[in-house]
């Protein structure tokens, strides 16, 4: 972490800085060898402000159980726990397949590059995409600066207040204005360099369905959601107020399904272009019914990445604290 100057960061309107860099992206606003990206939002400063909110000594778990989508969604490898006895009294332990993305998740900047300009974050060519430490991107350049001020957007529960149609198994999105006055009616405000928590209702949706329910809408083709908005006004709403990582409980951040050959989506526009990390699959009913009973909607977020040089993705390993 490191003290940053807000007010020279440039605008979403201003991007790009950097001569060549593709429109709407924020290579070179760090430096060519950045490898963190927004998370160069998150200041000493801004650290001990966070601590500050720790008033109840509440903690919150953020990470979804190791295996709790049965079967694993998108087709992936599910995971397999064994113990390894050692002797009469010890024991070890394996997980066999496990897929740093089949549950709660940080996306890494090498999981997903810009299919048009054929490069991840910050210019990076799909060449240095590679295991061990000389990748061109990894998530261990992140394990010990994931922390700071967090912020809970609690989408699901202003449209369930209002009366509103929310349908989170189904395809849908969330814009920017809603996501505003979501966070009017909570009394919460977004300051730079916030870890930003939406909740979209579909993990405890997902955890009501049968488990014929669950294998129904497993295959990647078959997986709905809702999501943020797939638009210029969210990328830009989110890089203005200079979010440094958005995680929620959905699936894939925006909304399910999305044609992987389509430049307007968020995985494409927000990982190789802005550097934000995406969080996807979080566990936020616990947190955002506590939020909701004592009106408190800031906390402190420690997440820890997994240290695997050249990491792809990486369990969050994330509390909120209150």
Request: glycine share 10%.
């Given at each position: 972490m490191k003290t940053i100057d807000f007010s020279k960061i440039p605008t979403f309107e201003q991007l790009p800085v950097k001569p060549g860099a593709p429109p709407e992206s924020a290579w070179g606003v760090f430096g060519d060898d950045d490898k963190l990206g927004c998370l160069n939002f998150?200041?000493?400063?801004?650290l001990v402000e966070a601590a500050g909110s720790v008033q109840a000594g509440k903690v919150f778990r953020l990470d979804a159980k190791v295996g709790f989508a049965k079967p694993p969604l998108f087709g992936r490898a599910a995971v397999s726990h064994r113990i390894v006895p050692l002797g009469p009294m010890a024991n070890d332990d394996l997980l066999d397949n496990y897929n740093t993305q089949e549950g709660s998740q940080w996306d890494g900047f090498a999981h997903v590059g810009h299919i048009r300009h054929e490069r991840f974050y910050n210019?990076?060519?799909?060449?240095?995409i590679q295991d061990g430490p000389s990748s061109g991107h990894s998530?261990?350049?992140?394990?010990?600066?994931?922390?700071?001020?967090?912020?809970?957007?609690?989408?699901?529960?202003?449209?369930?207040?209002?009366?509103?149609?929310?349908?989170?198994?189904?395809?849908?999105?969330?814009?920017?204005?809603?996501?505003?006055?979501?966070?009017?009616?909570?009394?919460?405000?977004?300051?730079?360099?916030?870890?930003?928590?939406?909740?979209?209702?579909?993990?405890?949706?997902?955890?009501?369905?049968?488990?014929?329910?669950?294998?129904?809408?497993?295959?990647?083709?078959?997986?709905?959601?809702?999501?943020?908005?797939?638009?210029?006004?969210?990328?830009?709403?989110?890089?203005?107020?200079?979010?440094?990582?958005i995680g929620t409980d959905c699936p894939a951040v925006e909304p399910l399904p999305f044609d992987l050959g389509d430049e307007r989506a968020l995985h494409y526009r927000l990982l190789p272009l802005l550097g934000l990390p995406l969080g996807e699959l979080f566990v936020l009913a616990p947190l955002a019914e506590d939020c909701a009973r004592d009106r408190r909607y800031e906390f402190l977020v420690v997440s820890v990445p997994i240290y695997v040089e050249g990491g792809i993705a990486t369990p969050p390993n994330a509390v909120a604290i209150k």
């Open positions: 998150l200041t000493p400063e801004g210019g990076v060519p799909a060449s240095a998530v261990h350049h992140w394990i010990d600066k994931f922390a700071g001020r967090g912020v809970l957007i609690d989408a699901y529960g202003f449209r369930k207040a209002h009366g509103r149609p929310v349908k989170p198994l189904e395809s849908g999105s969330y814009s920017a204005a809603e996501l505003d006055a979501a966070l009017q009616w909570q009394g919460a405000t977004l300051k730079p360099g916030s870890i930003l928590l939406v909740r979209t209702g579909w993990m405890e949706e997902y955890e009501k369905l049968t488990p014929e329910g669950k294998q129904a809408i497993a295959p990647f083709d078959k997986v709905k959601a809702m999501g943020i908005e797939r638009s210029t006004e969210i990328v830009a709403w989110l890089w203005n107020h200079r979010v440094a990582a």
